[in-house]
């Protein structure tokens, strides 16, 4: 149980474009998703929580119109990295959790994205 | 602020010998802490936590971990290693129960036959 899918798990695409990642818990209610960032061989990073229907709240420093994220179900949620940059290449990871806050995190496979 | 530390970025251990990671934290409250496995190009597994209660923690794949408060360390252990332990540990802790997740920053487990 608590499956989390990621999708699509490699892309790679030209700078400038904007690249759409889906994050999906197959067999639980999601109420929250997060979604992390990992540059090589470092520590994941929180970028955002967010709270299905409602705005995602970002960490400091991450730019909200750069990466768009969407939770619009309580099983979908998407992350968008818009006009992508070489500097945006990175492992993206987003998990999930049921509940208030009471569960743990659930993991999905990962997003590398490489943009040339 | 909460922050983890592992030390260690690489620890190389024989097949069969004893595993041992480190993880020391810091919180202003009584945190809830963690330790996850990650292989490559894969998303984080969840070992084992720490919520309340015990402090000696068993988790999957033979792992435990024990909570010293006094020393705000949660080091993990297994007794012997196999090679298909080799992977990224991270250890985490969160001041908030299960969200705002603090990770360290991992350590990668070399198992040699």
């Known amino acids: 149980g608590a499956v989390v899918s990621q999708h699509p798990s490699r892309v790679i695409c030209k700078s400038g474009t904007s690249v759409k990642i889906e994050c999906r818990s197959l067999d639980f209610q999601a109420t929250t998703m997060f979604w992390y960032r990992q540059f090589p061989k470092q520590s994941l990073m929180l970028m955002a929580t967010s709270n299905e229907g409602s705005k995602a709240t970002y960490e400091q420093g991450v730019e909200k119109d750069k990466f768009l994220i969407n939770h619009a179900s309580l099983t979908l949620s998407t992350l968008t990295v818009t006009s992508a940059h070489p500097e945006d290449s990175s492992f993206y990871i987003c998990?999930?959790?049921?509940?208030?806050?009471?569960?743990?995190?659930?993991f999905g496979d990962g997003t590398r994205l490489s943009i040339l | 602020a909460q922050s983890v530390t592992q030390l260690g970025s690489h620890v190389s251990v024989s097949e069969g010998a004893l595993v041992l990671l480190r993880c020391n934290y810091s919180?202003?409250?009584?945190?809830?802490l963690f330790w996850y496995v990650q292989y490559p190009n894969q998303g984080l597994q969840l070992l084992l936590k720490?919520?309340?209660?015990?402090?000696l923690v068993k988790g999957i794949n033979g792992f435990e971990a024990e909570f010293k408060k006094s020393e705000t360390s949660f080091h993990l252990t297994k007794p012997s290693a196999h090679m298909s332990d080799a992977a990224e540990y991270f250890c985490?802790?969160?001041?908030?129960?299960?969200?705002?997740?603090?990770f360290g920053t991992g350590t990668r487990l070399l198992v040699s036959p």
């Open positions: 998990s999930a959790q049921t509940g208030q806050g009471d569960q743990p995190q659930h």
């Open positions: 985490a802790v969160s001041p908030t129960g299960f969200q705002k997740l603090v």
């Open positions: 919180s202003s409250v009584p945190p809830y």
């Open positions: 720490y919520t309340t209660g015990a402090t």
